[in-house]
Each structure stands twice: as C-alpha cells, then as structure tokens.
C-alpha cells in the first residue's frame, strides 16, 4: 500500500513553478506536508485527487497511474477534503452527507450506516439536524472530513483541515484522522508544527515547488541538532541587533530581561547558551537556513 511520486512537475501560466520534479513515496499511516503558503502543497494534493494536470512527472496509487484513463477508478478510493470547504447551507448536517453518500452509489441502508458511525465518531449526534450554516468553523470542518470519509476510502486527502478552528476542536480533529489512518494513507497538509508532531508518521516539507527534508520527525530534529540557543537580552536596542543577525522563534519579556530563542547556522559570536531543538526550530533551520546545505532528501 502506497503512494509512489515521481520528478512531479506543475508549472502555470505566467512561469510560475508550483512543484519542481518531486520525488516522494507515502506509505501507510500519515503522510504530513509542512511548508508555507505557496510551497506547492495545495497543487500536490489537487494533483492526487485528479483535479488538475501535473506539467510533466507522474503519480501511481496502488498501482494505478493518476492519468485521464484512470480517473474514475481513482476517485473510487479517494477521499478528498479541501481548504475551502462548501457545505450547502440551507441543508442540515444529515441531509448533506446522505447527499454525498448517494453521489458515491452508496444504497440508502450503507449511506444510514455509515453515517451513523461518523457522526458518533465526530461527535456530531447532537449537531445532526441543525442547518450547515448554523454550525460553527469547527463543526463545518468536522462535516467536511465525515463527507470526504464516507466511501471509506483507501487513501484520505486533508488540505489544513485545522485551520480556522479553536485548540479543543483541533485536538478532536487530529484524533480523528489518527483512528482512521489504520490500514490507510492519509496525507494532511498544515503549516501548523505541532499538528504534524502530534499525528505524523513521516513527513514531508515544501518550499516553493521542492522538496527540503523527507523523513521522520525525529530525523528532522536530527537535522537541526545543535543549531538552537537562548539568551537574555537588557533592552530593545540589543534585541535589534540579534534580529539582524539571527533567526529569532521566540521572545519573551520577563523582569530579568528578555529571554529570546533563535536559531543559528553557525555558532553565534554573542554569550549565549545551547538549547534542545524543537520541531518549530528544526522546520525553520532547514526552511530559511539552510537551504543550500540540504540535498534534495526524496525516496520513492
């Protein structure tokens, strides 16, 4: 079971190069794609789901090759949730779902049944007959991932299904994905570090159409290995003068001074202390600082 990219490229009009010859393989579990707005994430998975054509480079999903022949037989193992999700508005939660489970040819019993279940798993029962438009940002999210999960589909495709919604909420969603992702793939875009910490197996991160680092997340934090400080700082002025020369993470402002974590390709000339490295640290050292360094980490 798995996915198998390969040198994917997409270019638009214009010149623009939204992925430049990907390499990647994506087994079973969940796949992250971490990087920017722009990094060619959005184009990957419209590419995955047969929404648009990729420039050159091809896709094969168990087997089958993501081309115009193979469409209808791809879309059948499919589930795709967007960015910009549209709900019928003047629909109930129920009735949208029943809506989509019969333009996948699920039977009336099927459609109840699963249904049924995805509502209880999303703890959605209660919300069942309430209108979409009445549903907060989270709900709507919630509704989104139950339509993309209901032909139980042997690969998932989330385009930031966390975005816009409140930390309880996203905690509920990332648990989702994890009880689904058995004996599946699911590929989760977000730019949200802590999304990809707390449910990826392996991950992915673009910038600008290529591929920066593909592995583990602990290989990544390999990566930035001793590139992380602190130090506590007097005033602004001096503040200013770290911002210029390093890559600042954190800042916070306490009566002993200003304590700021930064990142640092080489080792820092200023008195400083050495600190563990954390997700966000090593996505930053490996999205901003060290891009000539890193060599093109794809796998089929």
Do not use: W
Request: proline content about 2%; charged content about 25%; aromatic content about 6%.
């Amino acid at each position: 079971m798995s996915i198998k990219i390969k040198v994917l490229t997409k270019k638009f009009k214009g010149g623009v190069t939204a992925l430049n010859n990907i390499n990647l393989g994506i087994d079973e579990g969940i796949f992250g794609l971490l990087g920017q707005n722009g990094a060619g994430k959005t184009t990957l998975m419209r590419i995955l789901t047969t929404l648009l054509k990729p420039t050159n480079g091809n896709i094969e999903i168990f087997g089958i090759r993501v081309e115009k022949n193979n469409y209808d037989e791809i879309k059948k193992i499919i589930g795709y949730l967007p960015q910009e999700l549209g709900l019928y508005p003047t629909m109930t939660v129920r009735e949208s779902l029943d809506y989509i489970g019969g333009l996948y040819g699920l039977s009336y019993k099927e459609r109840k049944k699963r249904i049924d279940l995805l509502l209880e798993k999303t703890n959605m029962i209660e919300h069942q007959r309430k209108k979409n438009k009445q549903l907060s940002g989270g709900m709507k999210r919630r509704v989104g991932l139950i339509q993309a999960m209901i032909n139980s589909p042997k690969v998932l495709v989330v385009d930031e299904p966390t975005a816009g919604v409140d930390p309880e909420e996203r905690i509920k969603i990332r648990s989702m994905l994890a009880d689904f992702s058995k004996g599946r793939i699911i590929l989760f875009s977000t730019h949200m570090i802590e999304d990809i910490g707390a449910t990826c197996n392996q991950l992915c991160i673009l910038n600008k159409g290529n591929v920066m680092f593909k592995g583990t997340t602990q290989e990544l934090l390999g990566k930035s290995k001793g590139h992380s400080y602190s130090c506590i700082l007097n005033n602004e002025q001096d503040l200013l003068k770290i911002q210029k020369e390093y890559y600042i993470t954190s800042k916070i402002y306490t009566n002993s001074g200003i304590n700021v974590r930064f990142i640092s390709s080489m080792k820092p000339t200023i008195q400083c202390k050495r600190v563990e490295a954390n997700l966000e640290d090593a996505y930053i050292y490996i999205n901003n600082l060290n891009k000539d360094k890193i060599k093109n980490l794809s796998t089929y």
